[in-house]
């Protein structure tokens, strides 16, 4: 195979919904009139596009439909959406709005083989995890997990390369994934038993592909848990071999945050900054970048959203060596 489909670039992005930007949100960073979807539209897809990805994984995704998966499609990528039945965008909407999470691919470089929506149905919101281990219902987090058929460079496909191309045997496991967000002991155990779930799924969707078991697995998400945590450590140690944080590997600590909001009112009042995003990869892939983050000057004493970053998350970036 060509030098081009032994390497993948991903970025994880959680892009804040619509329904959670409003007044009743309380964010102070910027002007409700800036803080709204059609104002941070352009500026969030021309951030996305510009990276010219191979995978692109999003969270807080309420406007799929109108919105990503047009802009997406143009620029050349298939996606996968998960609408979260249980969404809070629903009450801050008035029923209009639900987030979810995406995963976007480009279409010449990747071909969808398989793909789970962990958890999907659940009876409600909250699940009974003893009984969920059981096998009765799961919750696996706002989770996608998609397995992937790395295809060579398009010139490559119907020419003296065609036998090469059809048994081609390299693939990827993507999860992307989106948690619980209450920061309290309760919430730190759901997302545990969540991500628990997730991985169960992933190691399924790698067991079933027909041409490798050890397929590279790659988890990119919003955690809303630091590295300390132990839905960070399940995700580390859901798979054979492990898995390794692409920021951490590169550059000896995870960032100094992912994100950093100030927010007043009833809903989730007071500063949040801290790392609670991540790209998770195989020990047996190299890493040959991360995309550089913002630091606080950039930002500005307000935090996120601003000006040049139109989420209340930044954007992470990770450049692999998958074969």
């Known amino acids: 195979m060509s030098r081009s489909t032994d390497t993948l670039s991903v970025i994880q992005y959680n892009v804040l919904a619509d329904a959670l930007s409003g007044p009743d949100a309380g964010f102070t960073s910027m002007p409700p009139c800036d803080l709204a979807f059609g104002a941070r539209r352009a500026k969030l897809l021309g951030k996305i596009i510009a990276e010219d990805a191979d995978v692109v994984c999003l969270q807080e995704v309420d406007h799929y439909h109108d919105a990503f998966k047009p802009a997406m499609d143009a620029a050349g990528y298939d996606g996968i959406y998960r609408e979260d039945e249980w969404s809070p965008c629903r009450k801050l909407s008035g029923g209009m709005l639900r987030d979810g999470v995406a995963i976007f691919y480009k279409r010449e470089k990747l071909q969808l083989c398989g793909m789970d929506l962990p958890g999907v149905p659940r009876r409600s919101k909250d699940v009974d995890d003893d009984k969920s281990l059981l096998g009765k219902c799961i919750d696996a987090g706002k989770c996608i997990v998609a397995r992937f058929r790395v295809l060579p460079p398009r010139e490559e496909t119907h020419g003296p390369r065609w036998e090469e191309y059809q048994n081609s045997t390299l693939e990827v496991v993507v999860a992307t994934v989106h948690l619980d967000s209450k920061k309290d002991e309760e919430g ?3 997302r545990r038993n969540q991500a628990f779930h997730m991985m169960q799924a992933v190691e399924k969707m790698r067991s079933n592909s ?3 078991f050890f397929l590279p697995v790659i988890v990119a998400g919003d955690f809303n848990a630091v590295p300390s945590e132990p839905a960070v450590d399940r995700v580390r140690n859901g798979v054979a ?7 951490e ?14 927010r007043s009112g009833n809903y989730k009042k007071g500063e949040a900054k ?3 995003d991540y790209i998770f990869v195989p020990r047996e892939c190299g890493i040959l970048s991360v995309g550089a983050l913002p630091d606080e000057n950039d930002i500005g004493p307000k935090g996120l959203p601003c000006e040049k970053h139109p989420s209340d998350h930044l954007m992470l970036r990770a450049d692999l060596k998958i074969q």
């Open 274 to 276: 801290m790392c609670i």
């Open 210 to 212: 027909p041409t490798n």
């Open 249 to 262: 590997e590169i550059n000896g600590i995870h960032p100094a945050f992912t994100t950093w909001k100030i």
């Open 241 to 247: 071999g492990g898995l390794r944080s692409a920021y």
């Open 188 to 190: 730190a155990k759901k």
